[in-house]
């Protein structure tokens, strides 16, 4: 979407886009190595609920009134250029005035909509996987 259709991710859609590639890689890796399969799976697990828990904060930010939305602060090449990094990582972690913009949607739902709804079948899958009593042949 960023190459694509020329949409500039905000700091919390870079942590959903981080959370998913390690949720993404972390079964990927559990598939190939065919070992450990519930530690592949507790990373996989781990990784989904990171990004959903952004995403819920990213919606939350989206629904808030425009006169409750937090101020727009520093871009964060910004913050990471001049060493102000714990101010880049609360950025990433609780966003800002940029994250609350709805930038695209389908079908009503926007971007981090979507990004809960595929961390969630992720996490949900990979936690069933976990308790799963008797062990299968692949993830």
């Known amino acids: 979407m960023e190459y694509q259709l ?3 991710p905000c700091p919390m859609c870079i942590v959903q886009r981080i959370a998913v590639a390690l949720a993404g890689l972390a079964a990927l890796i559990g598939i190939l190595h065919n070992q450990l399969k519930k530690f592949y799976l507790g990373l ?4 989904s609920a990171v990004g959903s828990l952004s995403a819920i ?8 009134p425009p006169d409750r939305v937090p101020s727009c602060g520093p ?15 609360i950025q990433l972690f609780i966003g800002d005035g940029n994250c609350a ?3 695209w949607s389908l079908i009503g739902i926007s971007i981090p909509g979507w990004v809960l709804i595929c961390c969630g079948g ?3 899958i990979s936690i069933k996987g976990l308790f799963n009593k008797k062990e299968p042949n692949h993830l």
Do not use: K
């Open 75 to 89: 871009d964060l090449n910004y913050l990471l250029e001049n060493n102000f990094v714990s101010d880049a990582l």
């Open 44 to 47: 996989t697990a781990f990784f």
């Open 101 to 103: 913009d709805v930038m």
């Open 57 to 64: 904060r990213h919606l939350y930010l989206q629904s808030l």
């Open 6 to 8: 020329g949409l500039e």
């Open 122 to 124: 992720i996490f949900l």
